[in-house]
């Protein structure tokens, strides 16, 4: 469709001027600055900022950066069995979260669960799990279970139920459901129709989130076992407690390079999967 030219002694065709919305943006960041600056007050009951602390001891972290910017190549062979140890806890935490994530999200999803009282206990045992910590998990675990693998593993998936049965939930509760009619008119339960209906909907759903929670256990493991809770956590807080930045540095540069592999390949896997 082609715009038309105007007649010949018509009026010509003017645009209404742009707003300008200048002022309220400028208004907006005002308050946003006031708000940041009246938080580092701490005569307000904001936090205490010491600049002047951080000006005057900034060579104790130029040190550390400095011996961090030299690693020592030497250490990398301890590493691994720790490394090994936290990716079979990413991926066996991945593994059992995926599995208990799909009855949960089903339950807690209106669409696929229309009884009100079970899907507002699974929400609620859901925000609940979410809003636990994951340091707070492992610090309890390892206090009931020992020092090990096992508390890391509980802990991760906790976590990944929190994030998948959240996410996967609230994505069925907006999309939707016109697909589910022909079970209910066929006559059909709400499983046989969860199960042939919903399910083949919401598997791309689930698939990417499964993924991203493969890449945040990874990253979480590795913090989990300063707690004691496994994996390469439990090394790296022994060498950073005897000071040894350089073998620190080391274990910074491999958890690096697991992380970006696994998401490359979990990106080579939401290609073919989704």
């Not at 979260?97 to 009282?117: D, E, I, Q, R």
């Not at 998990?137 to 390892?142: E, G, I, N, Q």
């Not at 693998?149 to 976590?159: K, N, Q, R, S, Y």
């Not at 080391?250 to 690096?256: A, T, Y």
Request: one cysteine or more; aromatic letters at 6%.
């Amino acid at each position: 469709m082609t715009a038309q030219a105007p007649r010949a002694g018509s009026a010509p065709l003017v645009l209404p001027p742009r707003p300008r919305g200048g002022l309220r943006v400028a208004l907006v960041i005002a308050a946003v600055a006031a708000f940041t600056a009246a938080t580092c007050l701490p005569a307000i009951g904001g936090i205490e900022l010491d600049l002047a602390a951080i000006a005057k001891n900034w060579r104790n972290g130029a040190e550390k950066v400095a011996q961090l910017l030299q690693p020592n190549l030497a250490f990398l062979p301890r590493t691994w069995a720790p490394m090994l140890e936290t990716l079979q806890m990413a991926l066996v935490g991945a593994a059992l979260a995926a599995l208990l994530s799909v009855p949960l999200t089903l339950w807690a999803a209106a669409p696929t669960n229309p009884n009100g009282v079970t899907r507002g206990l699974v929400r609620t045992a859901v925000n609940i799990i979410r809003a636990v910590p994951d340091l707070v998990y492992a610090t309890v675990l390892v206090a009931m279970l020992g020092v090990g693998a096992l508390p890391g593993v509980v802990t991760l998936v906790l976590f990944n139920l929190g994030v998948v049965v959240k996410l996967v939930s609230e994505a069925i509760d907006a999309s939707d459901h016109s697909y589910m009619e022909a079970g209910r008119a066929a006559g059909g339960t709400q499983f046989q129709i969860n199960r042939a209906t919903a399910l083949p909907q919401v598997w791309p759903l689930f698939t990417n989130q499964w993924l991203y929670a493969l890449e945040l256990n990874v990253r979480i493991s590795a913090i989990l076992g300063i707690v004691g809770a496994g994996g390469i956590g439990r090394l790296l807080d022994e060498r950073r407690g005897f000071y040894a930045y350089s073998d620190v540095s080391v274990i910074i540069l491999e958890i690096l390079v697991v992380v970006i592999a696994i998401e490359v390949l979990s990106n080579l896997l939401r290609r073919r999967l989704v």
